[in-house]
């Protein structure tokens, strides 16, 4: 490669950097949407302890004739709380309680962080009416109107409803009465299924041929998936025979645990550590610094993306250790490579022959380091609870990121400083004895 083409791949990359980082807190509308882009840094899910969050607290209000009421109560709240954990609200508290005289539970508590359809979901558990399914515009219930014990479970899913175009939508599961209700209503094969909850339509599905089978799909009720999780559980909530009253119909904001600037800190003690590394390097290797730096910028970028892409990832406390481990195992793996490059080039090699034996020498070592920490992060996920999830998912893409940062893309990037730099060790910071004869 010659310099000039070199110094063009620099500079590309370098803006390349730029942008990307600025992907990672941007704050946009997208054109031609009503949606906005966040930034992957600003997307990511952290916990209560670290983000805060909001709380209600609700009026359990029970079926008439209902004989097991708190043990129907516990098992809504398992069903929920696993609804909303699968949403990616994995920090969600819910807590049942009773009068101190009384053995029925009647009030629920529930926290979650401080996401954006957080409300949306607290708001669900008050559903105004009960779910019914009809194909006539009228609130008088049916024979063959479907009711909440017709339905299994809804959920949404993201799918195709034109050639070119996909979106997301929800999906109601039906029981063997819900399908033989559905295939009645659908008998005239055209017409419109309208879904309601209470006296209110909150969707309608139309449909050109009887349906036969245990799905309804519809879609265009909400423009993204956090919108469509929040509409679907809406629904499942008011097909419950448990009905939630929401106390002083108020929502309450929860301060973060640790402190409002705690996030803020800890941001700035690892953008600390890591300009201490890239200064330390330096000093130890010179303009290798730069190719390190440019090289992590990328792993950052790459992690964030990960993070916010990851439904079930909440950032807690466990999830800094795991970046705190992360950048340790990078520095390591940063020094055994250059390390191996200085010492070779101490024994009298060349540098672009000590940049050769030394990424070939510290292959075997870098990817044992990081093998091994993947290897832990996948044990310590299905063996431990949210605080080790937090840890071992930011650990376990720290150690892949951190084989794709060292073997691959710094190793690009010296090839390029080579073509401008193959002989002034000075830069580099390497040195030789005076004794030591320079191998071809």
């Known amino acids: 490669m010659n310099k000039r083409l070199a110094k063009r791949n620099f500079i590309s990359m370098s803006i390349l950097v730029v942008i990307l980082i600025a ?184 449909f050109k041929e009887q349906i036969t089978g245990n799905l309804l799909y519809f879609y265009g009720s909400s423009s993204n998936q956090e919108q469509s999780n929040a509409f679907a559980f809406a629904l499942l909530m008011a097909k419950q025979s448990i009905n939630f009253e929401m106390i002083g119909n108020q929502i309450n904001t929860i301060s973060a645990t640790l402190g409002e600037n705690t996030l803020l800190f800890l941001i700035i003690a690892i953008s600390l550590i890591l300009a201490l590394f890239i200064v330390a390097v330096a000093l130890m290797f010179g303009d290798f610094a730069w190719l390190i730096a440019m090289s992590m910028a990328i792993h950052f970028v790459l992690m964030m993306f990960f993070l916010q892409a990851i439904p079930i990832f909440i950032l807690s406390m466990g999830g800094f250790f795991g970046l705190v481990l992360t950048l340790i195992l990078l520095f390591a793996s940063y020094n055994v490579i250059f390390g191996n490059i200085k010492k070779g080039y101490a024994e009298g090699k060349k540098i672009p022959l000590a940049v050769k034996s030394g990424y070939s020498k510290s292959i075997l070592t870098v990817v044992d380091i990081n093998v091994l920490a993947l290897i832990i992060s996948f044990v310590m996920y299905f063996a431990g609870g949210p605080f080790s999830h937090s840890f071992s998912l930011v650990l376990g893409i720290g150690a892949g990121l951190n084989l794709l940062a060292t073997l691959v893309l710094t190793k690009w990037f010296t090839k390029w400083y080579l073509s401008l730099n193959s002989t002034k060790a000075n830069k580099l910071r390497m040195k030789r004895g005076a004794n030591i004869n320079e191998l071809g």
């Open 23 to 206: 992907l990672c807190f941007v704050n946009f509308l997208i054109p031609a949407t009503n949606n906005r882009f966040v930034g992957f840094a600003n997307a990511i899910t952290t916990d209560l302890d670290i983000s805060g969050g909001y709380s209600a607290q609700y009026n359990v209000l029970y079926p008439e004739g209902e004989i097991n009421k708190t043990e129907s109560l516990e098992k809504l709240v398992i069903l929920a709380n696993d609804k909303i954990r699968g949403y990616g609200y994995e920090s969600v508290r819910i807590s049942i309680s009773g009068e101190s005289d009384s053995t029925v539970a009647n009030k629920m508590f529930i926290e979650i962080p401080k996401l954006n359809n957080a409300r949306d979901i607290l708001n669900a558990f008050s559903a105004e009416g009960e779910l019914y399914i009809r194909t006539s515009e009228t609130t008088e219930v049916g024979e063959n109107d479907l009711i909440g014990e017709d339905v299994l479970d809804i959920f949404s899913s993201f799918g195709q409803v034109t050639t070119t175009e996909y979106m997301w939508g929800t999906n109601i599961q039906l029981s063997k009465s819900g399908e033989d209700k559905i295939k009645e209503l659908t008998s005239s094969g055209n017409g419109t299924i309208y879904i309601y909850i209470g006296e209110n339509v909150v969707s309608n599905i139309n």
